[in-house]
C-alpha cells in the first residue's frame, strides 16, 4: 500500500526493500543494526521523493521541534545546490 499523499508506489517500496537486502548480502552481511537499514531506506527516499524521505527521517530520527526540521530542510538544500 503507497504511503498515504505521497507518489511512492508499492511496486517502488518494494524495490527499495530488494535493492537493500541485494546490497546487504552482498556486502556479506547476515546481521545488520536495524539503524543501518534505517539509513538504507533514506538514503534511497531521498532519491524517490523528497516529502517522502523528510517524514520517514523525522519520525526515523524523532524529531522533536521545527529546528530538527530545518536542519534536514537546509541539509536537502545543500544537497541540491
Known sequence: MPQKNRPVSERQMVQIADDIEKYLLEEGKLVVESTEIGDLVQERLKKIDTVA???????YNEFKDLKDFERALKEIEEREE
Open 53 to 59: 524521505y523528510l517524514r520517514f527521517k523525522s519520525v
